[in-house]
């Protein structure tokens, strides 16, 4: 049985970090690539991150990169997201999500939520002084 289990969302203040937690089970985790996704109130979802399970390659929307980290354990089935240097425009529901690695690959939809098969019921991170 397909299962997420997301955690480490809270409530932090600006300049502040927090590190997610994604495990999943149910699938063959190295035929996968895991996104991090986000959706803040009134706007679309967008991608974060995704880390290829199988050999580890990361890839960052622009203007994410050097704050956000992503990586994984593949024993544990869990994949992170590191948020540093956080900013009231990162509250939102973070998503993690799973779609096949060959077909993120095409045409790199890596960030293409279409793309994704299995999705977390989200993690509310909240950026306020």
């Known amino acids: 049985q397909l299962q997420f289990v997301e955690s480490g969302g809270g409530l932090v203040q600006p300049g502040g970090s927090l590190r997610l937690s994604c495990v999943v089970s149910?699938?063959?985790?190295?035929?996968?690539?895991i996104g991090w996704f986000r959706q803040a109130p009134g706007k679309e979802r967008e991608g974060v991150s995704c880390?290829?399970?199988?050999?580890?390659?990361?890839y960052y929307q622009d203007s994410l990169k050097g704050r956000f980290t992503t990586s994984r354990d593949n024993a544990k089935n869990t994949v992170y997201l590191e948020m540093n240097s956080l900013k009231p425009e990162d509250t939102a529901v973070y998503y993690c999500?799973?779609?096949?690695?060959?077909?993120?690959?095409?045409?790199?939809?890596?960030?293409?939520?279409?793309?994704?098969?299995?999705w977390g019921q989200g993690t509310q991170v909240t950026v306020s002084s």
């Open positions: 999500a799973a779609g096949l690695t060959r077909f993120l690959s095409l045409g790199s939809r890596w960030f293409d939520v279409e793309t994704y098969d299995y």
């Open positions: 880390i290829t399970m199988s050999d580890g390659r990361t």
């Open positions: 149910g699938i063959t985790l190295d035929r996968y690539g």
